[in-house]
């Protein structure tokens, strides 16, 4: 079956960085687009980019354009998300996802806090 577990979650200052991981298993992934959402309090999910099979980063939100990068490793199988200059409205839990059709897996997901 399908397994998607994230990691590098945690608390972080302001400006500070983050890298978050994710494990993938239960699929061929390299034929996979992967993405990353996040879900902040009080608020639905959101798009935070994807990445394609072939390892371009696309779909960044505007809000972390410039900020965030994605990257995989199909080696590995598994989906990076580098987080710089983080902010505190980056606070939120932060999941992998792949679609395929109709279906939607999903990771536990991965608590962030950004606070001083």
């Known amino acids: 079956q399908v397994q998607l577990v994230e990691s590098g979650g945690g608390l972080v200052q302001p400006g500070g960085s983050l890298r978050l991981s994710c494990a993938a298993s239960?699929?061929?992934?390299?034929?996979?687009?992967m993405n990353w959402y996040r879900q902040r309090l009080g608020k639905a999910r959101e798009l935070v980019t994807t990445?394609?099979?072939?390892?371009?980063?696309?779909n960044y939100a505007d809000s972390v354009k410039g900020r965030f990068t994605i990257s995989r490793d199909n080696a590995k199988n598994a989906v990076d998300l580098q987080m710089n200059s983080l902010k505190p409205e980056d606070t939120a839990v932060y999941y992998c996802?792949?679609?395929?059709?109709?279906?939607?897996?999903w990771g536990q997901g991965t608590q962030v806090t950004v606070s001083s």
């Open positions: 996802n792949r679609r395929w059709g109709s279906q939607n897996n």
């Open positions: 239960g699929f061929t992934f390299s034929m996979f687009d």
């Open positions: 990445v394609t099979k072939a390892g371009q980063g696309i």
